[in-house]
């Protein structure tokens, strides 16, 4: 299974919206290039804020790094959600693992031209470690966590394989 230098943002990101898409992510059941939903992210962040760059960590990969240590992260979704901020806050956590700095991260919302910034504070920190501890709680397990409502589904990528039954 993975360690906890091999958790990213995508772990994290699942960890908050779905445990068992957690689960299922991290045993390498990928359906993400199935989803209309996915490639509307995809195109959202390939055509906004085409002059950044991402920054490669290895298990995580964030949108941008500007000059004042803020992360960026281009979001497809119309307002912020714990997912997105848990998934920034824990690319600040990686860059100061390795000795960046990161002020925190500010996510940017295209689609509503809003964008929300959040400090990385010492707070922020401990919880970036516990969603790892977490993380690797929910992967660990022999079996797959429940299923959310139906509702909690609409636009995932493992609607499919979660509700084929």
Known sequence: MIGAEDVGGVHVKYLYHC???????????????????????????????TRSSPIDLGAAQLDHLDGAAWVHEVKSSAKPSRADEAQAMHYCYRLHAIGIAAQGGILHYPKTRRTKRLPYTPQAAEQAEADIAEVLEVVSATTSPPLLARSGCRGCSYTDYCWNE
């Open 19 to 49: 445990r068992r898409q957690l689960w299922l992510y991290a045993r390498g059941i990928r359906p993400e290039h199935l989803s209309a939903t996915v490639q509307l992210g995809e195109a959202v962040h390939e055509t906004s804020y």
